[in-house]
């Protein structure tokens, strides 16, 4: 009897793997998969971006043709990712998969893309690895990877000329990589610069009040940090009320980025030199057009995210334009010095590394009628942060390339 | 470093105390008193800081900070009461440990609440009336809300201890804690003190994240973040022990203000960052008193829990016709290729549902039979994998032999931490598994260079001829048949025998000279091993490893399928764990609000089979055949 069970178990996967819905002539499948579970703050806006860039794509049509999403939770975790993509591959037989957000799952399914020779668009992640060391032939990536961000605000944290840095990030690859980077770049320019201390919370779990008081302590004259949601909301109160970011230069990752600012309210640390988007300081022809649409279909304002699911979109949808034919091999071609039109203005993704040159904007964190926003700011183009086609080439396995 | 900074940063450990031991407080009370592991707890937690937040905003002002606090709690204590009586006081009969499957749907289900009333969006309470400010201690700011977090813990400490000492249901609270069904007999209205027991630890937790609202941002992922903490401080001070507790909650919230204060950290010879330590402090303090003090540094020995439940019948071979089942799904799992070769998705699903049937079989072998529960299973399958992993990747181990050499790694691994993990028993064993499990996990995840980090490894991929999905899923149907034959020879072998009577009744094993700790030290080994054999396949499977493939998640995976499919057949895992797989798979597709759903599924499924699927089967076919006047 216990058995019967097991056998209806069988039947069970048996009903459900045979089951696959027949595809209409004239759509074009995409995977879509994410971690809309464990990261919903980011990937909301993301969706609604992706939502809004659909539906313009899908009313002028590519070649006559359609594309339909298949969005799907990767369960927040690489080997769910995992299976997730093989799912869209293999069941919904899907022409190229598209996501993720964590770098430790994107660089998962960037190495599933490799071996099953399946076109891949890394959307969010920031690891350069994915681009880089770990690069391989069919994947592409559209957001500044975490080099590229913390290069951006390079000129701003030499020209504050100080001495003693103190470094904070999250003890993850994102954060670990930032401070990498950024030591190293800094080094390179100003030779004698000191790190005073280096503070690397858990990622979620950050003790705020002890890691303030450290920075505090080793009395820095500047600091570098990358702390993630929600701990940087933590940190910035604890912060503030210790007195810890007074006087001090702080240049922060990604702190400008609504879903970051927002949380923070009045409190949000003016002064701060951050990458992030000001949208509504932002006075472009594209993406006003943007903003508006944006406005009108969700009555909400766009976050960081919702460039990122409308400029994936409006991705494909230029790779689908100019692509010979949806196998693996033609849309990497395809993707190769593809120009693609974005609320950023026009970026291309390069044929060396793969990488998108979309880049951010950088200023300063600003209070305006008690919420934060961003003062001073100047689009960074990526492709001006990006090191040469030759230099790249040695960063990637010969494989890649 | 002046010995003013350390005092200071000794006083940012004791505000952070204060909120530990909330938790922990409450968690505490209830296990105490009615055996639950509630693993929702961090979700009350994490709902007193939303609910204080709405108050705190909506309301406004001191009153809406303050007295929604008092309100948080005591709304919270209110919800607690609710899940004791209408869902927890249903299952108090079945076997041991299912009520953790319970509130591990209540988990899923109040975290998609959560995200549904509130939104994704992390909330930032205001500032505490009255608090806002810092005082100068030592020359340094100290924020006036911690200096006053750091008095209000003691005060409630103080009250509980009191209240506990002196008041009849105090008496009543203590006793049930030492003898549960002595109080029973005693006439006692026992479901009154349960759910008074259950109210007021969910009050505290309420209270504990209410208190949180001035001081970190209402997010969903606290209620996790929180619970594992809460059960090291529990364990550490003592089950049951609410000083024991606060002790607890101070030790580790000042090692960790430590680990921050020193900061990076250079011998000439090696330089670190001591600030990375407090990924894995707590575990490591955990596993030292463990060790060191079996029960705690204030607990008791656990009073002998006469089980509620039937008592268990001895498992037995399986009847004929059972067997001639399984025979006929074996020779259909074999012909699965054949079946779905238009859908080659099945392949890919079907090896994972082996993995998990390996994962699940190995976890029962300790759980049922061993009495052994351990909550870190996940550590052997950890081990397995990266073992695996790493030898294909550094040392150049052709795929197969990397496959084979799971096993050894893990079993190596759980040779070691069984060999302290069998010395204690009941909840405090499944906390020592756990707390290795979690240094392993941070061992891999701080490892950059051996390990990959938070990256973990990649490009772990199986090669010609398995680097077809069939083949693949052939070579894991063979290794899983292997393994769950050879766990069931050890089983009916007498070793098995030896292992079942040193967990009915470990005295009496030993006086017919069993020697019981080494026999149950060799079943946690043995148990590890197999699960390292879960751990490789799952590496090749996916084509890398990461930290978040074996952290705490998959032990609570692990148990959950073998609770769901019933911890008192041998049968029992491999159906929970099919189902539980499936369930993910089919569910992560149907909706938005997937846990939600797996939640209220498996919440269904507590209900109505509270013996797990295939227990429930089994009683109804022996009810049948006992009619029938056919043997069981």
Redesign the interface.
Known sequence: ???????T??A???A???S?PAAAQDTIKIGELNS???Q??FL?PYKKGMELALEEVNAKGINGKKIELII??D?????EA???A??LV??EGVAMIAGTFL??IG??V???AG?KKVFFLAAEPL?D?ITWE?GNKYTYRLRATTYMQTAMLMPAAIAAKKKRWALVYP???YG?SAAENFKAMLKKVQPDVEFV??????L??V?????A??V???KPEASFDVLC??DL??FV??GN???VFKDRTVVSLLSGEPEYL????A?APVGWIVTGYPWDKIKTPEHDAFLSAYQKKFNDYPRLGSIVGYSTVKSIAAGLAKTKGLDADSLVEAFKDLKVDSPFGPFMYRASDHQATMGAYVGKIALEKGKGTMDDIKYVDGASVLPGDAEVAKLRPASAN | ??LD?FL??AL??L??ASGLFFIAAGLSLIFGVTRIVNIAHGSLYMLGTYIAYTLATKIGGAFGFWGGIVLTALFVGVIGAAIEMLLLRRIYRAPELFQLLATFALVLIFNDMT?WLWG?????GP?APGL???VEIFG????SY?LFLIFVAPAVLILLHFALAKSRFGRLVRAATQDREMVGALGVNQAVLFTSVFALGSLLAGLGGALQVA???A???MDL?VIGDAFVVVVVGGMGSITGAYLAAIIIAEV??LC??I??VDLGFIKF?A??F??VAEFIVMAIVLIVRPYGLLGKPQGNVRSVAEPEAPIRPAAP??KA??A??LA??LA?PV??Q?????M???T??LIAVIFATSLHFIMGPGGMHSFGHAAYFGLGAYGAALLLKSAGFPMLAALLAAPAVALLGALLFGWFAVGLSGVYLAMLTLAFAQIVWAAV??W?TFTG????V??V?PTAPFNKAWVYYLLALALAVISVLLLRRFLFAPFGYAMRAGRDSALRAEAIGIDVKRIHWLGFAIAGGICGIAGGL?AFA?????P??IAV?RSIDGLVMVLLGGIQ?L??P??GA??FA?L???I??QT?Y??GLLGCVILFLVLAFPQG??GA??M??SRFDGKRGGRA
Do not use: C
């Open positions: 009897m216990k058995a019967k069970q097991y056998l178990s069988l069970f996967v048996l459900a793997g045979l696959f809309y579970k464990s919903p703050a909301d799907r939770d369960g927040g975790n690489p080997g995992v299976r997730v093989e799912e293999t069941r770098s430790h660089l998962a960037t190495n599933f071996q690891t690895k770990s003890n993850f690859e670990q201390t280096e503070q690397a919370p858990p979620g779990k003790d705020a009040g002890a890691v008081q450290a505090d302590d080793a949601r929600p909301a933590k109160r604890e009320t210790r007195g927002d949380p923070l309210g409190e | 470093m002046t900074a200071f940063q940012n450990g505000s952070t995200l994704p969006e992390d909330l930032l500032r806002a400010g810092a340094r700011r100290l924020p911690d001081r970190e941002p997010n969903l992922a973040a960790k203000a921050i204060a900061g990076v960052n600030s990375k407090t990924l016709l059972l089942f399984a006929v799904v259909l799992l699965l079946v779905a238009s859908s080659p998705y099945v890919v699903l079907a994972d549902i995840f701080q950059e980090g938070s990256n973990g990649i490009g991929w799952f996916k084509g890398s490893i990461s978040e493939a998640g057949t049968v029992g491999m159906v099919s189902v499936m993910q798979d089919t992560m597709r938005e997937w846990r699927i295939a089967f089994s109804l076919w």
